[in-house]
């Protein structure tokens, strides 16, 4: 996999999302998701959300993914520090 395919694998599961992806070694992935659809939701769940549009291929394609999970108000407050 590449950290363009996993980007379009996460966006068609959260369509709204803001969504980046890096690799060192194709195998060992990171990912920053903003989205509002985070928004009250704990980083467990937000992280299942993500790892559910992934479905089967964690573990086997993508052997490790990083997550950075925000919501647009969360990301704003990060970036005014």
């Known amino acids: 996999m590449t ?5 379009h694998l996460i966006m068609q599961g959260l369509p709204a ?19 509002s659809s985070f928004s009250g ?3 467990l769940a937000r992280h299942q959300m993500v790892y559910a549009t992934l479905g089967e291929r964690m573990g086997r394609e993508i052997h490790a993914l990083s997550l950075h999970t925000l919501t647009p108000d969360e990301r704003q407050r990060q970036q005014s520090r």
């Open 17 to 35: 999302a803001e969504v980046h992806v890096s690799s060192h070694d194709g195998t060992h992935f990171e990912a920053e998701v903003i989205a």
């Open 3 to 7: 950290p363009a395919e996993i980007k």
């Open 41 to 43: 939701k704990p980083s």
